[in-house]
C-alpha cells in the first residue's frame, strides 16, 4: 500500500532529474524527508482503516465459515425482511434527525443570542451532550415505559387524565361468568334477562382484591322483599378469601360492594330508575311501571384509572429513540451555530436594521445566509452521525419492539455478533454503510478544501 | 456435620480408587497420585468456585494428587479453544453447552470415559444424562451441575386469599382453574415476562416435550421434523389455552423476566404465579421482599394430557482432555455421590447425580428441585440452547421474536408455525 502512494512522485521525479539533476536530488531529499514524518500516519491509517476495510470487503464475499459465495449476501441482506426495516428506519432517522436537531439548535442559538444568562441556558442544553449514550439511552428507556408507575412521561400524563376523568372503586371488577349477568361492550355489566318489577337481582362481581374493598363494605346480605313499584338486589365480590364456596350464591364471607351505581334500563336503553348500593351491597330501585327491566351497573362504576401511551410498542418506538437522540445532539448544533453566530459581523446586522428591516427579515437575509457555512457542516456532521446510530437503538426499545426500531448498524452487529454468528452478512451490512455515508464524506472534505483556498 | 459426610465417603471412594488400580493394571496402588498434578477449569467462580474446590479437595485428600482450579467466567469456548490452540489444554472443562462438548469430542479434542468413569456414571445417572453426554456412541462428560427449567413460582400468600392450591395444579386444566382463582380474587394469574422472548422458549420447550414426547422433542431439536409439524399445532394451542386469556398479566411483552419475578414477589405483587427456572429463587432472594420456602414456593410445570413428569433444565458437563490415570480417577471421581455431596449442603448446587442423598441439601426448595430433576421420566436440555444460536438465541429474531409474536396474537397458530419453520431452515442451513 505504502508503495502504491509512493509511485507517483518518484515517477515525477525521475523526469524532473533528466534536466535539473541537482533539483532531482533535492527533490528525492525532500521526498524521503516527507516520507520519513508521514510513515506513522501511513502506518497507522493503513491498519487501522485500509486494512479493515478492504478485510471487510472481501469478508461480504463470504459465508459465515469464510466460503466464497459471490454477491448472496449482499442479495440477502436486500431481501431479509429485518434488513429491509432497518433500511427504512435508516431513511427516516436521516430524514428526521438532523433536521431537527439543527433547526433546534438554530433556534436556541438565535434567541439565547438576546437573553442574559445565555451561558446558563446554553450550558443545560448542552450538558446531554456529557451523559454517554448509554446512560441517556438507559434514561429515556424508564421515562417512556409504559407503567405510570415506573415511566415519568406516562405517569405525567395518567395524572392529568385522571384528574379530568376520574377513577371508580372497582375498576378491575368482571362479572362472574353464568351467573345472569354479563359485560355489555360499553364497559358496563347488565343482567342478561330483563327483571320483573316485584322481583330481585343479584350481581356476583369477582376480581375485587380482598385488600380493595371499601372500609365500610360489610358481609352481603339477601335482597330485601320488593314492593310492587321495586327491584331489588345485591352487588357482591363473588369470592370468599382463602377460598371455598358456591359460584354466584349469597353466602357468608362475601362482602358487600357499597356505592355502587344500579339503574333499570328500558328496552331502549333508557335510565327509568337509579339507585346506589349500601354498605351490604344491596340496592332498591322505586317507581317502577309494572313490567320488567334490564338492571345495570353502568361503566362508570368500574373506570380504570388511565394507563398511558404505549412509547416503547413497535409504532412509537422510532419517534421516541429519535427524540433521545435530539435530545443529546441539538446540543451540539447549538454550540456550533453560535460560535457561526458570534463571528458573524454584527454592523451589517445594524446596517439591515437602520434600512428598516423587521427582525424576521434581518434573520432571513442576513443572519442565515451568513450562518449558511457553518449550517452545512453541522448538517453535514449530523447526517453521518445518524447513518451510524447504534447505542441508543440498541438500548432503548425493549425486546419485542426491537425488530421494529432496528437500523442497519444494529442489525449489522445482530447478525454478526449478537447471536446470528454470520459476519459474511454483517460484512455486507457494514459496507452498505460505508457507501451510505460516503457521500457526505466526500461533501464534507471538499467543503474544507474550499474553507482553506478561500 | 461436613466432617461426618467425609468420614462417610471416604471408605467408598478409597474402594473405588481399588477398583480404579485394578483396571488400570499398572496404575499406582491404591489409587494414590501423590506428585501427580491435574488442571481442571469451569465457569464458576466465588462462592461457586470455593464450593468446587471443596469437592476437589475431598479428591486430593483422597488420591494425594493436586488439582488446580481456574475460572473462565463466562469465555469457556474461547478459552479453551485458545488453549488447545496452544497446544496446551487443561486436563479435564466443566462446559456449560452440549454443543461444545460435541465440538470438541468430533474434534477428537477430548477423550470418552474410562471403564472406571462409565461405570460410575451409569450407575448413579439416568440415561437422559447419560445420553446428553454421548456422542457418536460414545460418553464423554461426566454431569456435575444442572438446572432445572420446570419450576412454577408462586406467591403462596396470593394463592391462600384467592383459596387456590397448588396440589390441585399438577395438569393444565387444573393449573388454568388455579389461575381463574387467582384472577377472581383481583390478581392476575399469571405473569410472563416476554420481552426478549426467552421465557416464551422455555414456556414451549415444557409443552412440548409433555404434549409430543422425548423422541419427538429431539426430533424437533435436530430440526428432523420441520415446524410445521401437527405436534408443534398440538403445544401451541396448549400455549394458547392460557396465553389467549385474561390470566396473563397484561403488558408481557415489554415486561422484562426479572420485573416479571417483581410482579408476583415484590413489595406490591399484582400476579399470582410466575414461571421459569430453579434460579427464580435467587431473583426472588435478590428483591427481598418476599421468602422462598416461606411464601415463595414451586411446584412442577404441570402435565398436559396426563403426560409423565418431564424436565427441560440445562448442566453443566465435565469432560476429559487425556485418559491418563489420575484425569480419569478425578472424572469417576466426580460421578460420584459423594463428590456432589461436598458442594451439595452448601447450597447452590443441585446434582443430577440419582444416589446424592437429598437430605443434605440446606433446604426444602432446593430438595424439592432436585427431586423433581432426578425424579422425572424424561429430562432434556433446553431446546433453544441446543439450536443454532441465530434460531434460538437471538435477540429480535427466529424462535425468541416468533414467540413474542405469537404471545401478542395467540389466535394465530398456524402463522406462527410458518414464520419458525421458514426460521430454522435458514438457521439450520447456515
Known amino acids: ?454 | 456435620m461436613k466432617r461426618r459426610s467425609i468420614l462417610i465417603a471416604a471408605p467408598v471412594a478409597v474402594a473405588a480408587m481399588a477398583l480404579a488400580g485394578c483396571a488400570g493394571g499398572g496404575a499406582p496402588s491404591g489409587g494414590d497420585f501423590a506428585g501427580t498434578t491435574l488442571e481442571i477449569e469451569a465457569t464458576w467462580s466465588g462462592a461457586e468456585q470455593e464450593n468446587f474446590e471443596l469437592v476437589l479437595g475431598l479428591f486430593e485428600e483422597q488420591t494425594g494428587a493436586t488439582v488446580n482450579y481456574t475460572s473462565f467466567g463466562d469465555q469457556g469456548a474461547t478459552t479453551i479453544g485458545t488453549q488447545i490452540e496452544g497446544g496446551n489444554p487443561p486436563d479435564i472443562a466443566v462446559v456449560g453447552q452440549p454443543a461444545l462438548m460435541q465440538q470438541l469430542a468430533t474434534d477428537g479434542n477430548i477423550v470418552p470415559l474410562g471403564d472406571d468413569a462409565l461405570a460410575a456414571v451409569e450407575e448413579n445417572f439416568s440415561q437422559s444424562w447419560v445420553d446428553l453426554a454421548t456422542v457418536d456412541g460414545d460418553v464423554y462428560g461426566v454431569y456435575f451441575k444442572a438446572a432445572n427449567k420446570s419450576t412454577m413460582w408462586y406467591n403462596a400468600d396470593i394463592w391462600d386469599e384467592a383459596g387456590a392450591s397448588a396440589d390441585a395444579a399438577t395438569d393444565w386444566d387444573g393449573f388454568l382453574e388455579q389461575l381463574q382463582l387467582i384472577s377472581d380474587a383481583g390478581y392476575s394469574g399469571i405473569s410472563i415476562g416476554a420481552d426478549v422472548g426467552w421465557p416464551l422458549t422455555d414456556w414451549f420447550e415444557n409443552v412440548y416435550l409433555r404434549t409430543a414426547g422425548p423422541e419427538m422433542y429431539d426430533q424437533l431439536t435436530n430440526h428432523e421434523i420441520p415446524w410445521t409439524d401437527p405436534s408443534v399445532t398440538e403445544a401451541l394451542d396448549v400455549l394458547a389455552t392460557l396465553w389467549g386469556t385474561d390470566l396473563v398479566e397484561p403488558g408481557a411483552d415489554q415486561r422484562t423476566f426479572g420485573e416479571s419475578v417483581t410482579e408476583v414477589f415484590g413489595a406490591d405483587p399484582k400476579a399470582g404465579t410466575v414461571y421459569e427456572g430453579d434460579f427464580v429463587s435467587g431473583v426472588i432472594a435478590d428483591d427481598g421482599n418476599s421468602t422462598v420456602g416461606e411464601n415463595a414456593l414451586f411446584f412442577d410445570f404441570p402435565s398436559v394430557n396426563g403426560s409423565a413428569g418431564a424436565v427441560v433444565g440445562g448442566g453443566d458437563v465435565a469432560v476429559a482432555f487425556n485418559d491418563e490415570a489420575a484425569t480419569q480417577a478425578l472424572m469417576a471421581f466426580l460421578a460420584s455421590p459423594e463428590a456432589a455431596e461436598q458442594w451439595v449442603p452448601n447450597g447452590g448446587l443441585t446434582s443430577p447425580n440419582n444416589n446424592v442423598d437429598t437430605s443434605l441439601y440446606p433446604d426444602d426448595i432446593s430438595r424439592q428441585i432436585a427431586e423433581a430433576l432426578t425424579g422425572a421420566e424424561a429430562f432434556r436440555f433446553d431446546m433453544s440452547d441446543l439450536t443454532p444460536s441465530a434460531f434460538g438465541g437471538t435477540t429480535g429474531q427466529g424462535f425468541w421474536q416468533i414467540m413474542i409474536e405469537f404471545l401478542q396474537n395467540p389466535s394465530d397458530v398456524a402463522g406462527a408455525q410458518e414464520k419458525l419453520e421458514a426460521a430454522a431452515v435458514s438457521a439450520y442451513a447456515g
Open chain 1, 1 to 454: 500500500m505504502t508503495s502504491v502512494s509512493v509511485a507517483p512522485p518518484v515517477t515525477a521525479a525521475r523526469r524532473g532529474g533528466a534536466s535539473h539533476p541537482s533539483g532531482a536530488a533535492r527533490k528525492r531529499r525532500t521526498f524521503v524527508v516527507a516520507l520519513a514524518f508521514l510513515a506513522p500516519a501511513l502506518v497507522l491509517l493503513g491498519a487501522l482503516v485500509v486494512y479493515p476495510i478492504v478485510f471487510t470487503l472481501i469478508r461480504s464475499f463470504q459465508d459465515n465459515s469464510g466460503a466464497f459465495v459471490g454477491g448472496t449476501n449482499y442479495l440477502e441482506m436486500f431481501t431479509n425482511q429485518s434488513t429491509f426495516t432497518a433500511i427504512r428506519n435508516n431513511v427516516i432517522w436521516v430524514v428526521v434527525a438532523p433536521i431537527v436537531c439543527t433547526v433546534l439548535g438554530l433556534i436556541f442559538a438565535v434567541l439565547m443570542d438576546r437573553i442574559k444568562w445565555q451561558t446558563a441556558f446554553k450550558l443545560i442544553v448542552f450538558m446531554p451532550m456529557a451523559i454517554s449514550m448509554l446512560a441517556a439511552g438507559v434514561i429515556f428507556r424508564t421515562m417512556f415505559q409504559q407503567d405510570p408507575e415506573l415511566g415519568v412521561v406516562n405517569a405525567a400524563i395518567t395524572a392529568t387524565q385522571d384528574a379530568v376523568g376520574g377513577t371508580s372503586a372497582f375498576p378491575s371488577a368482571k362479572a362472574r361468568p353464568d351467573s345472569g349477568i354479563a359485560a355489555t361492550p360499553d364497559g358496563a355489566i347488565a343482567t342478561e334477562d330483563a327483571v320483573d318489577v316485584g322481583d330481585s337481582a343479584i350481581f356476583p362481581l369477582t376480581g375485587i382484591r380482598a385488600g380493595d374493598l371499601p372500609a365500610s363494605a360489610t358481609q352481603v346480605e339477601d335482597p330485601s322483599s320488593a314492593g310492587n313499584d321495586e327491584i331489588t338486589g345485591a352487588v357482591f365480590s363473588d369470592v370468599i378469601r382463602g377460598g371455598g364456596g358456591t359460584p354466584g350464591v349469597i353466602e357468608d364471607g362475601k362482602f358487600g360492594l357499597p356505592g355502587v351505581t344500579v339503574q333499570a334500563l328500558s328496552d331502549t336503553g333508557t335510565v327509568l330508575a337509579s339507585a346506589v348500593t349500601d354498605d351490604t351491597g344491596r340496592f332498591t330501585l322505586s317507581g317502577l311501571d309494572p313490567g320488567s327491566y334490564t338492571l345495570s351497573l353502568p361503566a362508570s362504576n368500574f373506570t380504570a384509572g388511565a394507563t398511558g401511551i404505549d412509547w416503547l410498542g413497535p409504532q412509537l418506538i422510532t419517534p421516541v429513540v429519535i427524540l433521545s437522540y435530539v435530545w443529546i445532539w441539538a446540543g451540539f448544533a447549538m454550540i456550533m451555530i453560535a460560535s457561526g453566530l458570534s463571528a458573524i459581523d454584527r454592523s451589517l446586522l445594524e446596517a439591515a436594521r437602520m434600512d428598516g428591516a423587521n427582525e424576521w427579515n434581518v434573520f432571513r437575509r442576513i443572519t442565515a445566509p451568513l450562518l449558511m457555512p457553518v449550517l452545512v457542516v453541522v448538517f453535514v456532521t449530523l447526517i453521518i452521525n445518524v447513518l451510524k446510530i447504534f447505542d441508543l437503538v440498541y438500548v432503548i426499545p425493549p425486546g419485542a419492539s426491537k425488530p421494529d426500531a432496528n437500523v442497519i448498524a444494529v442489525e449489522m452487529w445482530t447478525v454478526s455478533f449478537g447471536g446470528g454468528n454470520d459476519q459474511g452478512l454483517g460484512s455486507a451490512l457494514a459496507i452498505l454503510l460505508l457507501v451510505l455515508v460516503l457521500p457526505s464524506m466526500i461533501i464534507n472534505v471538499r467543503r474544507f478544501r474550499q474553507d482553506k483556498n478561500r
